[in-house]
């Protein structure tokens, strides 16, 4: 029953990733081939490879991560804070950070990463980018000799589908199900590239990750019968 747990002992999040390159161009020949290859059951026949290379960053060995954001619940008494802060940049700095995080703060046996559709997406892209760049995984991302019941993840996603695993429900549409108030300000996922790679505005994405991140807590709590956070209770560091 996930209305046992602590708050404060679950970390939320949610990550924004692009292609790890611009344009299909930049890549090497043997990138090209690959990539044409590993999207030919995808693309739709009038699509070539390098059309659909826009669609490279949802694949972890040909994109990339440009920002994760956390959250964090904490108590006081009765007064309670969400805390949210955000990891962004260069990739590796990204990588190495989110990982002091959990080393430092969240690698107790108690504690539980939290993230919508994040064991599809989210958790495994992450530990697929560390093994690229070398980094060692944290153990709340290595999961070789772990029993179902000793993965520390939560995925709102999952606890959605009550084990109907036919469906998919995208967080947008969850929180509209769920009466959870969505910024109107909030860009498109599909945007997330061209304001990356164009418009150069990380700080756009940052925020819409932010409120993403904000979301998954939302519906936690929901699923939970718990209060909606208000924006007071909402701290940004």
């Keep these: 029953m996930i209305t046992k747990l602590h708050l404060e002992n679950i970390l939320f999040l949610d990550i924004e990733t692009v292609p790890e390159v ?10 090209q081939q690959l990539w044409d290859l590993k999207t030919q059951y995808q693309r739709k026949e009038d699509y070539t490879a390098e059309e659909f290379y826009d669609r490279a960053g949802i694949w972890a060995e040909f994109g990339k991560i440009i920002c994760i954001s956390v959250g964090y619940f904490t108590f006081q008494g009765d007064i309670r804070t969400f805390r949210t802060t955000s990891f962004y940049g260069d990739e590796i700095i990204i990588l190495k950070d989110f990982k002091n995080l959990l080393s430092s703060h969240f690698s107790q046996t108690k504690h539980l990463l939290c993230a919508h559709n994040g064991k599809e997406f ?4 992450i530990a697929r980018r560390m093994i690229i760049h070398n980094i060692a995984l944290p153990y709340k991302l290595n999961l070789f000799g772990k029993k179902p019941w000793e993965v520390p993840h939560l ?4 606890l959605w589908k009550f084990g109907d695993y036919k469906t998919y429900t995208s967080l947008k549409l969850l929180t509209n199900v769920l009466g959870i108030p969505s910024p109107k300000d909030d860009i498109d996922g599909s945007e997330v590239y061209r304001v990356f790679y164009e418009d150069n505005d990380i700080d756009r994405i940052v925020i819409y990750c932010e409120k993403d991140t904000i979301a998954v807590a939302q519906i936690f709590l929901r699923l939970r019968g718990d209060s909606l956070l208000t924006d007071e209770e909402i701290k940004h560091i």
């Design 155 to 158: 995925d709102t996603l999952e």
């Design 122 to 125: 989210d958790f495994p892209y």
């Design 22 to 31: 611009q344009h299909f161009s930049d890549l090497d020949s043997t990138k």
